[in-house]
């Protein structure tokens, strides 16, 4: 347990970062998931539009420093790849 005053107060900036972080993280999974599913379903129009809202939270979570640029860039690469294949 930490017991100096900085200690402590850098405990509790990690929670509260750490929360924050894991909530950009899975809102931002919870998208590309809707993507990938309207990928197999088939849905042209709604894989479009998720990758739209999809590209807005990656790109959110990127600025937000939970992923790093490129890691950002390569799921969005991949999603705009997989619709735009789509018949």
Do not use: C, F, P
């Amino acid at each position: 347990m930490a017991n100096h005053a900085s200690s402590k107060k850098r405990i509790r900036q990690t929670l509260k970062r750490t929360a924050r972080n894991k909530h950009v993280r899975t809102t931002m999974r919870g998208y590309v998931k809707a993507v990938r599913e309207a990928i197999e379903a088939g849905d042209k129009g709604a894989a479009e539009t998720a990758l739209a809202k999809a590209t807005r939270r990656i790109d959110m979570a990127v600025s937000k420093g939970v992923y790093h640029r490129k890691t950002g860039s390569r799921y969005i690469s991949r999603l705009a790849t997989q619709v735009a294949a789509m018949s």
